[in-house]
């Protein structure tokens, strides 16, 4: 388990980390969103020992973690970066050499994943002859290739086509299938909606809502949705507190079964349900709090 | 993981960089057209002697009644071969058919156009120690009296100044040690600060250091371009070397000059480690390849003017300031080897330019891997020195 406890950091006066704590279970995938500028950048570089934390620590199975453990976390930075004027596959097998794979598990693995990647035509071209969306594949293939223990991607998604994304989301649910603890951040809620166990939202270097999907979710349940086949405007006579929504009634504050009764003995009841906020509307909610 | 494991895993970092430099630079298309454009310059002038034919023995007939007491002259000196011919009228033929140089006979130096002074010198003296040879003969000498008569001693140098110009020949060893150093510092140096602006511009830099230490990689890749410039090395000393030997010229090489050789690889080895992190060092302020220059100059600037101070030093060796300049460093990284071959250097001087030159390498390795450490993640305008010294790590 890999636990990120009480990071502080401030570039000169901007404070970027106000005491972020957050942690993923082997198996969990955590989505870590937050507005531009929030700190989910800096958070990630200080866990991959990219940038030295003012205050607070790195916990990896109980204890502070260490360089030779972090060799075996994949990370993809948000900044992108290869050796534009490297083969491919050279540049794959690198950096699972320097990893502290045999040059020979290298080479195998880098085939394996550009086979995976589709992209094993492309194993002898410079990495800058490869289009933006390759560039990130092989971009993700470095983060892969020594089998990380643990995976941190700062917005693996973004610039990906949308096949690019699935392979990209089939990717992490795997290591995650196969026990590794994965966060990455992203802006793209819907899939963080899709891919991911839990999310942790960051806002203005302070964590200000976490928990699992379904936790969330349902912290956030306010609005009974009715929709009932009648002419009859029902609004005075619904209890608690009642709003329009086009042809639908939302409920606030009122016992769900006095809704439904009222509703039925007015006509035909064709929708009533829970409004299950998105992730999106939760980010929204929160970070306008 | 124990100790030795990490130690093991720390080289194996920086093997891992300096090996991707050695595969990637020093394979690439420019490294090697130029590697072989200059073994193959190296490789003409070394054969440039015997093709020119200038340098091997000088081909001289003789005919009369001297000729074999200037035989026995020609071969003391050395480097002259002799034909005896019948007559002087053998003797003029075989200069017209080309077949000697020159020829003497019967008091006669017979040539196609003249010959140079050297040449007449030699044989002119030689003509008259076999002349006088003759006379004290007809005098009634016996063969060794004559020869003791005639015995001389050749004159001993005695200079008053401490080390002066040892030859002309040590004048261009000097010259070549100098050059070849100048570049051999000068090319390295600007690959390792536009390697290091390449991982800072590209941004791999931050992957790297998930993995790496800003050591290992600044390590790595001074190694790295250090062991390319010293196979270029090799292989331009090996091509001059095996040329001259299948030329039959490599005795003609200065004395020393293997030593001197030897021992500027050592110097260059330091003075490397100087620049070499230096140039990492201030290649990691930058974050654009054009920036670069920029931040190079003050290395470029003590480069160029080390390499004109050897070029000063060849010419007034022995001069106070040429004694200071190549003490002080880190010009004495080029100048001392130069002077070393063009003079004979106390060896306190020598351990003291060492002494320092290391000294100076030494906090240019800890001033370069701090300001790499410092400012290697640093993007955007360029960082001032003092700015990055004061930075956190
Ligand atoms: N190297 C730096 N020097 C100075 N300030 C920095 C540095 N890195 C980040 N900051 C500041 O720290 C704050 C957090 O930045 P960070 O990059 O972590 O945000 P983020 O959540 O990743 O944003 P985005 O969604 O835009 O990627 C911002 O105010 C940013 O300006
Ligand atoms: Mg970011």
């Not at chain 1, 302070?206 to 086949?229: F, M, P, W």
């Not at chain 2, 030329?247 to 620049?275: H, Q």
Request: hydrophobic share 45%.
């Amino acid at each position: 388990m890999l636990e990120i406890k009480d990071l502080k950091k401030r570039f000169g006066d901007t404070v970027a980390l106000d005491g972020v704590s957050l942690s993923a279970e082997p198996g969990e995938v955590v989505g870590f969103v937050g507005a531009n500028g929030a700190g989910k950048t800096t958070a990630m570089r200080i866990a991959m020992g990219v940038l030295a934390a003012d205050s607070g620590e790195i916990v990896y199975n109980g204890a502070p973690l260490g360089t030779e453990q972090r060799r075996r976390f994949g990370y993809m930075p948000s900044e992108r970066g290869l050796y534009p004027k490297m083969k491919t596959g050279d540049q794959i097998a690198y950096f699972g050499e320097l990893h502290g794979m045999s040059r020979a598990e290298a080479k195998r693995s880098t085939a394996e994943l550009l086979e995976q990647l589709n992209l094993t035509g492309r194993i002898g071209d410079n990495v800058q002859d490869l289009s933006l969306g390759n560039q990130q594949r092989v971009q993700l293939a470095v983060s892969l290739v020594h089998d990380p223990e643990v995976l941190i991607l700062d917005e693996p998604f973004s610039g990906l086509d949308p096949i690019a994304v699935d392979v990209m989301g089939t990717a992490l649910k795997e290591r995650a299938a196969a026990g590794a603890p994965v966060i990455f951040s992203s802006h793209q809620l819907d899939l963080v909606e899709r891919l991911c166990d839990s999310v942790v939202i960051i806002g203005a270097g302070k964590i200000i809502a976490s928990g699992s999907v379904e936790e969330l979710k349902a912290r956030e349940v306010k609005q009974l949705r009715v929709r009932v086949d009648t002419a009859e405007d029902l609004t005075a006579q619904l209890p608690g507190k009642v709003e329009r929504d086009g042809e639908d009634y939302l409920v606030e504050g009122a016992d769900d079964q006095e809704v439904l009764r009222i509703a039925a003995a007015a006509g035909r009841v064709t929708h009533f349900a829970y409004d299950q906020p998105t992730i999106a509307e939760i980010f929204r909610e929160a970070v306008t709090k | 993981m124990s100790d030795q494991n990490a130690e093991m895993s720390r080289m194996r970092g920086l093997m891992l960089v300096a090996g991707r430099e050695i595969r990637v630079r020093g394979l690439s298309r420019a490294n090697v057209i130029s590697l072989i454009v200059t073994v193959v310059i190296v490789g003409i002038l070394a054969a440039l002697p015997a093709i020119i034919g200038d340098d091997g023995p000088t081909e001289v007939g003789l005919a009369g009644a001297n000729a074999p007491a200037m035989e026995a002259q020609l071969e003391a000196v050395g480097d002259y071969e002799t034909t005896v011919y019948d007559d002087a009228d053998g003797a003029e033929q075989a200069v017209a058919d080309g077949e000697v140089e020159a020829a003497v006979a019967d008091g006669k130096l017979y040539s196609e156009d003249g010959v140079d002074a050297e040449l007449q010198a030699v044989l002119d003296s030689a003509w008259q120690a076999a002349s006088v040879e003759a006379n004290l003969a007809a005098a009634g000498l016996t063969p060794e009296e004559s020869q003791q008569a005639l015995a001389t001693e050749s004159l001993e140098s005695v200079t008053l100044s401490e080390g002066g110009v040892n030859s002309t020949l040590d004048y261009f060893a000097g010259l070549i040690i100098s050059i070849v150093m100048f570049m051999m510092l000068m090319t390295p140096v600007q690959y390792i600060a536009m390697g290091v602006v390449e991982e800072k511009s590209s941004r791999i830099v931050e992957i790297l250091l998930t993995s790496l230490k800003p050591w290992q990689l600044l390590g790595g890749k001074v190694i790295g371009l250090g062991v390319i410039s010293l196979i270029n090395l090799v292989a331009m000393v090996a091509v001059g070397l095996g040329v001259a030997a299948g030329t039959g010229r490599l005795d003609s090489l200065p004395d020393g000059m293997a030593s001197a050789a030897l021992s500027s690889i050592g110097w260059w080895l330091v003075a490397f480690a100087l620049f070499g992190t230096l140039a990492g060092g201030v290649g990691s302020l930058v974050s654009r390849q054009e920036d670069a220059g920029s931040v190079l100059t003050p290395l470029i600037m003590s480069l160029t003017l080390s390499y004109l101070g050897a070029i000063f030093l060849l010419n007034a060796p022995t001069s106070t300031f040429a004694q200071i300049l190549s003490i002080v460093p880190p010009f004495s990284g080029i100048t001392m080897p130069t002077r070393m071959a063009i003079t004979d250097v106390p060896a306190w001087e020598i351990a003291l330019a060492l002494g320092l030159l290391a000294a100076a390498a030494v906090g240019a390795l800890a001033l370069g891997a701090t300001l790499y450490k410092r400012s290697v993640l640093y993007t955007g305008s360029r960082l001032k020195l003092t700015e990055a010294l004061k930075r956190a790590a």
